[in-house]
T-cell receptor, first 113, second 115 residues
Framework: GENVEQHPSTLSVQEGDSAVIKCTYS??????FPWYKQELGKGPQLIID?????GEKKDQRIAVTLNKTAKHFSLHITETQPEDSAVYFC????????????FGTGTRLLVSP | NAGVTQTPKFRILKIGQSMTLQCTQD?????MYWYRQDPGMGLKLIYY?????ITDKGEVPNGYNVSRSTTEDFPLRLELAAPSQTSVYFC???WGQGYSNQPQHFGDGTRLSIL
């Protein structure tokens, strides 16, 4: 089955810096890759997703890149702000019918003012 | 829209007790899911449902049961609670049809401790 590895487990940056979180997946048939942000005491919230027919997707300060050959995808946050502090999860699935997501183990991002 | 609503938010159980975690969604989503999240780990799929009356096992189904009698509700039942079931439980829902799938929406979780 699918296995998703996520690095780093913790990431500390100064406000205004960029942050990059990386994930690798094992199943070459996976073609849907969402990223979720989880704040303390809350459920995960989707922040961006990408499908395998594109290599990059941007939404304001957030971008995701996908390298299907190497089977890895990354989340990029530019101009970080203290409110970006949270736990971020990557996931992978086959986007055919039911979406059975396999999650990474999460990255705790701390943005210091 | 309330989205995905989970109750209770917190619960402490004794070993061997049973309980039902409630989940309801008001987005008319056909797919619903139950996950557990252990400290420092990602979410693991327990059970899922592709529509009313249809459920199937996920990655970690042992010790749990589900039912889906309506589109809106997807309760998770714990029988004979064990300490290994101490976790945070998340319910999610999404809409999908064939190759067209929308992202999953999550509730805020139920924090369950078994002592």
């Amino acid at each position: 089955g699918e296995n998703v590895e996520q690095h780093p487990s913790t990431l500390s940056v100064q406000e205004g810096d960029s942050a990059v979180i990386k994930c690798t997946y094992s199943d070459s048939a996976s073609n849907y890759f969402p990223w979720y942000k989880q704040e303390l005491g809350k459920g995960p919230q989707l922040i961006i997703d990408i499908r395998s027919n594109v290599g990059e997707k941007k939404d304001q300060r957030i971008a995701v890149t996908l390298n299907k050959t190497a089977k890895h995808f990354s989340l990029h946050i530019t101009e970080t702000q203290p409110e970006d502090s949270a736990v971020y999860f990557c996931a992978a699935s086959k986007d055919t019918g039911f979406q059975k997501l396999v999650f990474g183990t999460g990255t705790r991002l701390l943005v210091s003012p | 829209n309330a989205g995905v609503t989970q109750t209770p938010k917190f619960r402490i159980l004794k070993i061997g007790q049973s309980m039902t975690l409630q989940c309801t969604q008001d987005m008319n989503h056909n797919y619903m899911y139950w996950y557990r999240q252990d400290p420092g780990m990602g979410l693991k799929l327990i059970y899922y449902s592709v529509g009313a009356g249809i459920t199937d096992k996920g990655e970690v189904p042992n010790g749990y049961n589900v039912s889906r009698s309506t589109t809106e509700d997807f309760p998770l039942r714990l029988e004979l609670a064990a300490p290994s079931q101490t976790s945070v439980y998340f319910c999610a829902s999404s809409w999908g049809q064939g190759y067209s799938n929308q992202p999953q929406h999550f509730g805020d979780g139920t924090r369950l401790s078994i002592l």
